[in-house]
């Protein structure tokens, strides 16, 4: 099968998206290939298709064994034999999978780093793996923010396996990050591929300091906009992540939080209400999500500053993996960055890592569209505004700040720089917390000049000067703002600045009130999100019933397309996105008949819908016992469906189905007693007579249609 055949056939997808038509044309020719591409962009079909194209198996090498299983119960969902081996699993199972492996009955294996070290000793050289694929692959690289040391020996592969291809990849990866990944698996001469990072689909909004009666406000409307999906939020510590949960089980939504401190039982216990819907949010450490194909998370919320643009990217792009519209929301503000900064210098790699913070400090700083900022940030250049940032939407209105600096930076001069943001902050509000009065700062000449201003203007206006260059933090010294030259020639009316004036953020409801909408209560549906909010409910009891996540049925875009095209017939429904044959037989029927019954229509198949059904599977290689398990009818049934197929000349390959012996064993016995043959067949031959019979008449029509055209 061609790569586009296997595309259709196990995915049900009708092209490849960007890249990985050349990227697995690479891998198919025995090239090394280097795979950068932003979460989501489709990575995973880059190994799976060749791994299935050619002879043999693909060892997938992944360091999150959590989230191996899941990808395997992903394929085999497909119909793709995948299999996992690692520390989760025990030791026989682990043991069994090796062995179905070596009988050829896996095509891809999700093993850890750790035990393919292991096992990779022992391997012959001559075991067929046609791929090895190196997942989040910059691990590999100090300068990355991910580094695992077990990933610098996985140079081992190329020595042991000189011939067989490499397929590194990753979402994030700068140049250092690049080579580093090349140089240490030894790849030669790698195809390499850079994906666009734009996710044009995620919105992107940035608040500065909004207060947490703000922020949850905001966060609530966000649950609230997306009732049956789903959200991340990221917190910085375990305590925050607990906070937050606690939060917003108060509102009344569903949370869970995950992180470190957690055993692993809870952490999948959690992870699994998550992916199976039944929780609407996780607050989480970093910890979670690498991996996650859950596709219709809606969005996902920064409680803090992330530490680096490639971890932001990264984590936003958990978010709407099926092209439809999310959101991604960041708070942030001065204290993040201190926290950070604190834990940059614990960690022992501090320049690398506050170059990076400043770098994400920026993006939430800036005036102009922030997808322009992240795309040039991963080498890109965007040649438009994107339209869908809070900058693009909300474009900041700028006025002469220069008075406001200048009060801003003599109150700091004043108190000899000894004052931080929160209290330059209270001085200029003139406000008397005790440590003000005790230092004396009550007494400056500066002290409550900004009193018009209220405390959120003032903390965006002190943010927009430090990251103007008119002050620096001096972090060795509690934090101070110290005045930089540049304050100076601003304070000396050398130099004049434009800030961006402060706009209280909104939420929605604020909004709808304030413009007299009224908002309402239930929300009304279009027939089409009638139907697909139906179309879930089914993929939800489906899901509880075979024990799989939703996702792993139909995708949430798959859903949308059949909402919208409204199969009426398995041909139909075959042509819908993400409907690969597997799925179309094990799941096609039951939302056929929900559609048809939408529409008005009776709701079963049109005839010869399960005898189709039964020829997909057959077509596909499946033998009898199994199409019967699968479609959960009798043996006898499917042959009798098979003996039909025949007679229509549907099925012409019969090698399958039984062997030449018990072919003519059959025609034998029905030669000797035309009456009654079936009662002399063995239990074996019973049940292939009716093929058998099927099969002669097929030949002598055949026999007769040649003798004619001679
Ligand atoms: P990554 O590994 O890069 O994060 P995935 O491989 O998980 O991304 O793909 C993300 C989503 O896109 C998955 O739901 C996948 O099924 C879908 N997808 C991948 N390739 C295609 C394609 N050619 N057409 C349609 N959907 C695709
Ligand atoms: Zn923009």
Redesign the pocket.
Request: charged share 20%; glycine share 22%.
């Given at each position: 099968m061609t790569p586009k055949e296997i595309?259709k056939k196990f995915?049900g997808?009708?092209?490849?998206?960007s890249g990985?038509a050349e990227i697995i044309d690479a891998a198919m020719q025995g090239r090394d290939s280097l795979v950068l591409?932003?979460?989501?962009?489709?990575?995973?079909?880059?190994f799976q298709i060749p791994a299935l194209a050619r002879d043999g198996f693909a060892v997938v090498v992944s360091p999150l064994i959590a989230l191996m299983d899941d990808q395997t119960a992903a394929l085999q969902a497909n119909g793709i034999p995948a299999a996992a081996v690692h520390s989760g699993h025990n030791e026989s199972d682990n043991r069994a999978v090796m062995e179905a492996l070596f009988e050829g009955h896996i095509k891809l294996l999700y093993i850890s780093p750790e035990r393919l070290l292991q096992e990779i000793d022992r391997w012959s050289d001559r075991i067929p793996v046609n791929l090895f694929a190196v997942?989040e692959a910059h691990c590999i690289s100090q300068w990355g923010h991910d580094f695992r040391p077990v990933y610098t020996d996985l140079a081992r592969i190329k020595q042991k396996y000189p011939c067989v291809p490499i397929m590194a990849?990753t979402?994030t990866a700068d140049r250092l990050c690049r080579r580093d990944i090349a140089a240490n698996l030894n790849l030669a001469d790698p195809f390499t591929w850079t994906g666009s990072f734009d996710r044009p689909n995620i919105s992107l909004q940035v608040v500065n300091n909004p207060g947490m009666k703000n922020k949850m406000r905001l966060i609530a409307s966000l649950i609230r906009k997306h009732p049956n999906d789903s959200g991340i939020i990221y917190c910085l510590s375990r305590k925050s992540a607990e906070e937050m949960t606690e939060r917003i089980n108060a509102l009344g939504f569903r949370a869970v939080c995950y992180h470190a401190g957690m055993t692993t039982h809870e952490r999948s216990a959690a992870q699994k209400a998550f992916i199976n819907g039944t929780v609407q949010v996780v607050c989480a450490t970093i910890a979670f999500g690498m991996?996650i194909?859950k596709?219709n998370i809606r969005y996902v919320v920064h409680n803090n500053l992330p530490s680096n643009i490639e971890s932001y990217y990264q984590e936003i792009?958990r978010a709407g993996?099926?092209?439809l519209p999310a959101h991604a929301m960041l708070f942030y503000s001065m204290a993040d960055m201190i926290t950070l900064r604190n834990f940059a210098e614990e960690s022992g790699r501090s320049s690398v890592s506050n170059e990076k913070l400043q770098q994400m400090l920026k993006f939430a700083q800036a005036g102009v569209c922030r997808r322009r900022i992240l795309l040039s940030y991963f080498g890109e250049t965007a040649a438009h505004d994107c339209g869908n940032c809070d900058i693009c939407l909300n474009p900041p209105h700028r006025f002469d700040g220069t008075t406001l600096a200048q009060m801003a930076l003599s109150a700091s001069i004043r108190v000899g720089g000894k004052a931080g943001m929160y209290m330059l902050n209270d001085i200029l509000r003139g406000s008397l917390k005790s440590d003000i009065r005790r230092l004396g700062f009550d007494r400056i000449k500066t002290f409550g000049a900004g009193r018009d201003l209220n405390v959120a203007q003032w903390n965006h206006y002190l943010s927009q000067m430090v990251q103007l260059g008119l002050f620096e933090i001096a972090y060795d010294e509690s934090n101070h703002l110290h005045p930089t030259p540049f304050g100076m020639d601003v304070v000396y009316g050398r130099a004049r600045i434009e800030l961006a004036r402060y706009v209280p953020e909104q939420t929605k409801d604020e909004k709808q009130r304030r413009g007299r909408i009224p908002a309402l209560d239930v929300p009304t549906l279009s027939p089409e999100e009638e139907l697909f909010e139906q179309l879930k409910t089914i993929r939800m009891a489906i899901s509880q019933k075979d024990g799989i996540a939703p996702?792993m049925v139909f995708?949430d875009?798959t859903l949308h397309d059949m909402a919208h095209r409204r199969p009426k017939t398995l041909e139909e429904m075959a042509d819908i996105?993400?409907v690969g044959e597997r799925k179309l037989v094990r799941f096609g029927s039951r939302f056929i008949q929900a559609i048809r019954k939408f529409e008005g229509m009776t709701a079963t198949l049109p005839q010869g819908s399960s005898m189709k059904q039964t020829l997909i599977l057959y077509n596909s290689g499946m033998p009898v016992p199994e199409i019967a398990r699968e479609r959960g009818l009798s043996e006898s049934t499917v042959y009798s469906h098979i003996a039909k197929l025949i007679g229509e000349d549907m099925i012409t390959q019969f090698g399958t189905l039984l062997t030449r012996k018990q072919y003519e064993d059959i025609l034998d016995i029905r030669r000797r007693y035309p009456d009654n043959y079936s009662d002399h067949l063995s239990e074996r031959l019973r049940p292939l007579a009716g093929v058998a019979m099927a099969i002669y008449n097929y030949q002598q029509r055949h026999a007769a249609a040649r003798t004619q055209n001679h």
């Open positions: 595309l995915y997808y009708d092209s490849f998206r990985q591409m932003p979460t989501g962009g489709g990575k995973s079909l880059c997942d990849l979402a991996g194909d596709s792009g993996r099926d092209g996702y995708s875009a996105s993400g």
